[in-house]
């Protein structure tokens, strides 16, 4: 065990940071927003990280927490930035945003070591400090799931003008994705710059946007445990896929696409879609199991008149 | 209560509303009538503050709200149920309750709850239920429920009735009767004149933006030539 552990330490790691950069992404997707912001936080905390360690030799969670900050602040700017945009529009532009970042660090001069980036930045964090992490952040997003913060997230989603005249900011719920995202990929690249000890403008790109779509896709959109599944299997794949050498990127795009196709809610999806099936089976429901999973189109509706007719008399008198 | 005056609501292209005044008084249902585009449903969301009204005013008891965030409006005491049944289709009966008691506290939320289960029996069965399942009548009466949950002092209903079978839409209108009975202000847009003019108080008909008849259903029930001339022959015929 201990020699396994050893020997796949960065894929641990790798998965550990994947899941916190894929859930800067599946935090706002929550919310109905269409959002790669996160990616550009990535940047934000992985050359705070670089630049404060080296420079100033801070300890690492300085390092880290200083960018999570600057980042859930520039997020909070964005999100009132692009207020009015939606849908694609707010996808582009949040991916301008990461673009931009990484054309800043690329011509950032001393500061941010131009295209070659910065190197030894070394640092105490450890495995197990990112493990402890991600593991504080997934059971404060797991609650956030549930309860009041959670059901007007969902509401958010399913139908912002809805949710508004019902009494909820809409918008101050976006603002608040928009921060959680921003210290999620923060949080995602500071420690990777640590544990690397280095960074450059090619490790905070484009292919991050890509990474964690896919992980979010294959995953599951709708809760942090669709994210780990992805994160899981897209950080472990190249590995187990050595064998097809360089077919390796078709084999991603063809489980990319089966996925988005067939599987529209992730594997988490298909998870509690069995896990579902399964508890009905054993129930054994007469009649109303099938009922539940029909359309409500094909409900009886003189069935339903009838079991109206109380509330109304009784709302009349 | 609430007094709408002289509200005007422009579009890119178009001016939906011009001129429209109206008022909903506690206890008593103002029915605004009025064919597809007369600018119905635009004076109501500029009232809610979905839209900004362009210029006008919109009073809550005595507060001006003209132009407020849609949010705010509701926790000074006025809620829309916006039209086509909309649920949380995803969430139980109850999450759905519950998100509408979002701006009162908790001890309020649970007791206003009790009220609209009572108000409302079918709901209660069905509280565990996804609110997507339920048949369109018992989402009417979710949307009603919902908007109760704030504990509203004006009510504005859009269209309640739209798409339900005659006999639903007898229930529905019972319902929205019920809340103006318990004392709430309600703004009842209908386009089934004849059914709304059997709960109605106070009538306002729109035509093409403007107000074209405003006065007691009474009235609005005998001035057959107003109904007649602006809503078509089809909200006269028996």
Not at chain 2, 117 to 142: D, K, N, T, V
Not at chain 2, 186 to 208: H, K, S, T
Request: hydrophobic share 50%; proline share 4%; net charge neutral.
């Amino acid at each position: 065990m201990n020699q396994w552990y050893l020997s796949h330490e960065i894929l641990i790691q790798g998965t550990f940071i994947s899941l916190l950069l894929a859930l800067s992404i599946q935090v706002p997707l929550r919310a109905g927003v269409f959002s790669f912001a996160g990616i550009g936080s990535y940047a934000i905390g992985a050359y705070t990280a670089a630049i404060l360690t080296i420079r100033e030799q801070v300890a690492p969670v300085v390092a880290i927490g200083a960018g999570v900050l600057i980042a859930a602040a520039a997020g909070y700017l964005l999100a009132l930035l692009v207020a009015r945009l939606s849908g694609l529009y707010l996808g582009m532009a949040t991916i301008a945003f990461s673009l931009f970042l990484g054309v800043l660090a690329t011509n950032g001069g001393d500061l941010t070591g131009g295209a070659t980036g910065l190197f030894g930045a070394l640092s105490t964090l450890t495995t197990a400090h990112v493990i402890t992490i991600t593991v504080l952040v997934l059971v404060a997003l797991a609650a956030s799931e549930r309860g009041s913060f959670g059901r007007r997230v969902d509401a958010v989603r399913e139908d912002p003008q809805l949710a508004v005249s019902m009494g909820i900011d809409v918008n101050r719920v976006r603002r608040r994705v928009f921060v959680i995202s921003g210290a999620l990929g923060a949080c995602a690249g500071g420690m990777n710059t640590l544990l690397r000890t280095t960074v450059s403008p090619e490790t905070v790109g484009f292919h991050l946007v890509v990474t964690a779509l896919t992980m979010i896709i294959v995953g599951g959109a709708l809760s942090w445990a669709g994210a780990a599944i992805g994160a899981v299997i897209f950080t472990w794949l190249p590995s187990v896929l050595q064998f097809v050498g360089e077919w390796q990127l078709l084999v991603y795009g063809i489980v990319v696409a089966i996925a988005a196709v067939y599987v529209p809610n992730g594997l988490l999806g298909l998870l509690q879609e069995g896990w579902r099936r399964l508890r009905r089976r054993g129930r054994r429901l007469p009649a109303g199991g099938a009922s539940v999973a029909a359309a409500p189109v094909a409900e009886d509706p003189e069935e339903k008149l009838a079991a109206l007719g109380g509330p109304t008399a009784e709302a009349r008198s | 209560m609430l007094q709408i005056d002289d509200l005007h609501v422009r579009y890119a292209t178009a001016e939906a509303v011009r001129g429209v005044s109206a008022s909903a008084t506690p206890g008593r249902i103002t029915l605004v009538l009025g064919a597809n585009g007369a600018g119905k449903s635009s004076t109501l969301r500029a009232a809610a503050g979905l839209v900004t009204p362009h210029a006008g005013r919109v009073t809550l008891e005595g507060r001006d709200v003209t132009g407020l965030a849609p949010h705010k409006i509701v926790r000074h005491g006025m809620v829309l149920v916006p039209e086509g049944r909309r649920v949380f289709a995803p969430l139980s009966v109850e999450e759905n309750l519950v998100l509408g008691g979002y701006t009162a506290t908790r001890e309020k939320s649970a007791e206003v709850l009790a009220q609209v289960y009572e108000m409302f029996p079918i709901l209660g069965q069905r509280r565990a239920g996804a609110a997507g399942l339920l048949s369109g009548g018992e989402q009417q009466m979710l949307a009603f429920g919902r908007a109760l949950m704030s504990s509203p002092r004006v009510i504005m209903l859009d269209e309640p009735s739209m798409g339900l079978a005659p006999t639903m839409v007898e229930s529905v209108l019972g319902a929205v009767r019920g809340m103006a009975d318990a004392g709430i202000a309600v703004l009842l847009v209908e386009q089934n004149a004849e059914m709304g003019l059997e709960i109605a108080d106070e009538v306002v008909a729109m035509a093409r933006g403007e107000v074209v008849f405003s006065g007691p259903a009474e009235q609005a029930r005998s001035n057959a030539s107003v109904l007649l001339a602006f809503l078509g022959e089809a909200a006269l015929v028996e």
